[in-house]
């Protein structure tokens, strides 16, 4: 139900984004977020935005990343520039959203994107 895209191999300073789509029965979405695992280390928080548009980032990717959102193609985006070679990991999208008017909330997990930091 969530498509992620755009991961890549680039080099340090450069730049990538990411787009993560929601598709299926979708009657309303509520935060969007993107997550990333290191090779050997647990999933982390990078970057979350409400749906009304509020952000919040890890201290780690706050000044390079910016997350934003397409409420009508219920799309998540996440820019990141000034890239390092810690920055490399697989990236996963994340939305809480009721496939129903009347269901409950559940939170999807995308398939992962790879991104490649080179030095």
């Known amino acids: 139900q969530l498509q992620a895209s755009g991961g890549g191999l680039v080099q340090a300073g450069g730049s990538l984004r990411l787009s993560c789509a929601a598709s299926?029965?979708?009657?309303?979405?509520?935060?969007m977020g993107w997550y990333r695992q290191a090779p050997g280390k647990q999933r982390d928080l990078a970057a979350t935005?409400?749906?009304?548009?509020?952000?919040s980032y890890a201290d780690s990717v706050k000044g390079r990343f910016t997350i934003s959102r397409d409420n009508a193609k219920n799309t998540v985006y996440l820019e990141m520039n000034s890239l390092k070679p810690e920055d490399t990991a697989v990236y996963y999208c994340n939305a809480g959203l009721r496939p129903y008017a009347t269901g409950p909330w559940g939170y999807y997990w995308g398939q992962g994107t790879q991104v490649t930091v080179s030095s």
């Open positions: 935005i409400t749906s009304g548009g509020s952000t």
């Open positions: 299926g029965r979708i009657f309303s979405i509520r935060d």
